[in-house]
């Protein structure tokens, strides 16, 4: 079985620019959670949706938003880029909301 | 609020040598406590879980973990490491297992 799968895998933005990130979960997984890791540190929560509705959200600045579809796969959207966006974005799926989660690889973005 | 605190931003050792990552975390209500391994230019592989039961947990590649509530510690064994366990490693808790928060991680280096 496939696992969680995230697309792209690097990318390149210029500051300002918007930029969207997609994940698909793992099949019958129904809850996709968005984590940002800047290099050197730990992972930090974006967002969890569960069977499509926002049910949690980090210290993240309106600039971040996503959406989770039908099918359960997600997308995490980054309006205005900043040079401090640049980070290993993670993407997460868990059966329900209160089950482990298990990571894609991540998208690499750099804003230059 | 929860919080996690990894001891040490870095850990060297030799290979076949024992080792121990160490995690504390605060927290005012029960949480769920995980283990992730990054390897370079990987997504997070969950390592092992607390949830409820046995405090000690175990791994299937030889690592444990205790949960000491009186301590609010979550430390990471392995009695004996392989150049393979080279990575990062990530300490977690959650009251909801998809709303992780992160330490800042311990890179673990073996050296021959």
């Known amino acids: 079985d496939a696992g969680v799968t995230q697309s792209p895998t690097h990318l390149i933005k210029t500051r300002g620019q918007q930029v969207t990130l997609r994940c698909s979960p793992i099949?019958?997984?129904?809850?996709v959670s968005w984590y940002q890791q800047v290099l050197g540190q730990g992972p930090q929560f974006i967002f969890q949706?569960?069977?499509?509705?926002?049910?949690g959200r980090g210290n993240f600045p309106d600039r971040f938003s996503a959406r989770q579809f039908p099918n359960y796969s997600s997308e995490l959207n980054v309006n205005a880029l900043l040079l401090g966006d640049s980070a290993l974005y993670l993407c997460?799926?868990?059966?329900?909301?209160?089950?482990?989660?298990?990571f894609g690889q991540g998208t690499r973005l750099t804003v230059v | 609020a929860q919080s996690v605190t990894q001891l040490d931003s870095q850990v060297p050792v030799f290979e076949e040598a024992p080792v121990e990552l160490r995690c504390n975390y605060s927290?005012?209500?029960?949480?769920?406590l995980f283990w992730y391994v990054q390897y370079p230019n990987q997504g997070l592989q969950l390592l092992l879980k607390y949830l409820s039961g046995s405090t000690l947990v175990e791994s299937i590649n030889g690592f444990e973990a205790e949960f000491n509530k009186s301590q609010t510690s979550f430390h990471l064994r392995k009695p004996s490491v392989h150049i393979s366990d080279t990575a990062e490693y990530f300490c977690a808790v959650s009251f909801e297992a998809q709303k992780l928060v992160f330490g800042q991680g311990t890179r673990l280096t073996i050296n021959p």
């Open positions: 949706y569960y069977e499509k509705e926002e049910r």
């Open positions: 099949s019958g997984h129904k809850s």
């Open positions: 927290s005012s209500v029960s949480v769920y």
């Open positions: 997460a799926s868990s059966f329900s909301s209160n089950t482990e989660a298990f």
